[in-house]
């Protein structure tokens, strides 16, 4: 049985739990494989809005195992919030399953997080101050905490100190901040080692076993492919590898596993902080996407920037993930315009280019290039096949394939759970 990968195709907030809600029924295992609190996913049901963060949207279906990947980096304040949210709302999380090879976020991860952006100044990346990118550079330089940890207080106690030697020295002389205690961590960290313990597994070894068995297994990355931090708007990109194979990594499955991967597309483009935006809109027709698309951050709040579709990135989404399905989400906030601009190519300096180009320079220059298609008025909420839309939100989605490069197996026209149209299966099968 297959394990398929779901990722963003564009910068993040593209809609992916609803992809993997859709799914959800469907799917023995949902694996959130990177990121950390830094990301969001909403989801609708009913009439109630869940918010999650860390947690995979599997968790809101029963069925379902949700599993937090090695790739993942924990907030373990943040992730006992979210659980007892659910379960304040009747929904069960005992099921949840967290690698013990996860990296912890610390305070001091915030702490320095928080400081460094502001020492920026006008040159900041716009992170979210959650102490993601701190973390993951700990992961790299060999002096994180992970989850493991948590359950052997002397190794736990000695990497602190460790890594709060030089840490300590950056805070005083540096940014004019107090020490942080060696102490102070440990005990926080503590605090959570027992109520972490029924979750924590060998996730990888349970994933492989999975699939051997016929399990089906979905990869949920979180922000999106020009926020990888290899392959996207550099620097202005989080600290991870939300792209496909980012979901090997940060789950422990092998790629001649991966049987597909659905990128998650907005029938227009969306960023939140700073970077190159080419179909960016500073105008009327900006705050219209904004406010009814509702595009505001769901893990901090911040209004995201709005503009039109960007073929090139899409094209580049699907080469780079591999992309064999298109999930189109939030078809129905463009009913309403008399005519829809689709960016199918720039122009750099001068001249066109119909690809992503190769430089951060480039790219920070690269004016959209639009062809414009006809809107439609319908109220296209209740269509639940692909010819109950109207003929020119057909065409419009037929265009979005065409310039893509990869089919459109799905369609979101609506809020609602069940407000989707499905053309292909998402699982091949």
Known sequence: MPAVVLVGAQWGDEGKGKATDLLGGRVDYVVRYQGGNNAGHTVVIGDKKYALH??????????????????????????????????SQGIDTSKLLISAN?????SYHVTL??????????????????????????????????VQDLFDEKILRAKI?????????VLVKVYNRRAISVDEVVEELMGYAERLR????????????????????????????????DHGTYPFVTSSNPT???????????????????????AYATRVGSGPFPTELLDEDGEKLRQIGGERGVTTGRPRRCGWFDAPIARYATR?????????????????????????????????????????TEFHH?????????????????????????????????????????????IGVGQDRDATISIHDLLGE
């Open 244 to 266: 496909a194979g980012g979901a090997c990594t940060g789950s422990g499955i092998g790629p001649t596993r991966i049987n597909g991967v659905v990128g998650i597309l907005k």
């Open 320 to 360: 780079i993930n591999g992309l064999t399905d298109i999930f189109l989400t939030k078809l129905d906030v463009l009913t309403g315009w008399e005519q829809i601009p689709v960016c199918v190519a720039y122009e750099i300096d001068g001249v066109r280019s119909d690809e992503v180009p190769m430089t951060q």
């Open 54 to 87: 860390l947690l995979p949207s599997g968790i809101l279906t029963p069925e379902v195992t949700p599993v937090i990947g090695n790739g993942v980096v924990i907030d373990a304040g943040v992730l006992f919030k979210e659980i007892d949210n659910l379960e």
């Open 366 to 410: 690269a004016k959209p290039v639009y062809e414009y298609l006809p809107g439609w008025t319908e109220d296209i909420s209740s269509a639940r096949t692909f010819e109950d839309l109207p003929k020119n939100a057909q065409d419009y989605v037929k265009f979005l394939e065409k310039v893509s490069g990869t089919r459109i197996s799905a």
């Open 113 to 146: 997080d928080k400081v460094t952006e502001r020492f920026l100044g006008k040159a900041k990346i716009g992170t979210t101050g959650r102490g993601i990118g701190p973390t993951y550079a700990d992961k790299i330089s060999r002096v994180g905490i992970r």
């Open 198 to 229: 029924p979750y924590i597994a060998d996730t990888a070894l349970l994933l492989n076993k999975a699939l051997e068995e016929g399990k089906v297994v979905l990869l949920e990355g979180g922000q999106g492919t020009l926020l990888d931090v």
């Open 161 to 169: 100190e460790g890594a709060l030697t030089s840490k300590n020295q």
């Open 102 to 106: 996860a990296h912890l976020i610390t």
